[in-house]
């Protein structure tokens, strides 16, 4: 954040183009995130269990690598649909849009951001398909808050 700050302020020419570059470059990883956080939300029959989100040892553990691979997945994914003509550091975005048929980083849909949809529908779909066991184990924990209140027979 410091360089960014410092280049666009001080050696920059503009400030919106590369601020338009950071924008589409960070809103790709946020897009797989939030495809990952809906696929879990939509997957849920019950409350996350507030305490067991803040311990490692608790029923979510720790990292979820599943996840972090689809996160991944979907910011490189992401990233070859994206163009940034606008800041110079950022011309190797758009690498899979001729691969992919789409007119490579002069055709059509060079600027049409592709890769933040794209990004968020694979993290979504990844976690829909390969979180249920996860969720549904989660789920199936014993609940201190639920056990703390059955008295005994």
């Known amino acids: 954040m410091i360089a960014g700050t410092i280049y666009v302020v001080f050696f920059s020419h503009n400030f919106i183009g590369p601020f338009q570059g950071f924008l589409i470059t960070l809103g790709v990883p946020i897009a797989a995130w939030c495809g990952i956080m809906l696929a879990d ?6 409350n996350y269990t507030d305490g067991d989100l803040y311990d490692i040892h608790g029923r979510y553990g720790d990292v979820r690598w599943v996840s972090v691979a689809l996160m991944v997945a979907g910011t490189i994914i992401g990233w070859g649909l994206v163009t940034n003509t606008s800041a110079s550091w950022l011309k190797w975005q758009g690498y899979l849009l001729g691969p ?3 007119g490579g980083k002069g055709g059509a ?3 049409a951001n592709l890769g933040v949809v794209v990004a968020l ?3 979504f779909t990844g976690w829909l398909l390969g979180g249920r066991p996860t969720v549904r184990a989660q789920e199936g924990a014993a609940d201190p808050e639920v056990a703390a209140n059955v008295t005994a027979p």
């Open 41 to 46: 939300i939509a997957l849920r029959s019950r």
């Open 100 to 102: 992919f048929g789409l």
């Open 121 to 123: 529908a694979v993290a």
């Open 109 to 111: 849909w060079a600027f």
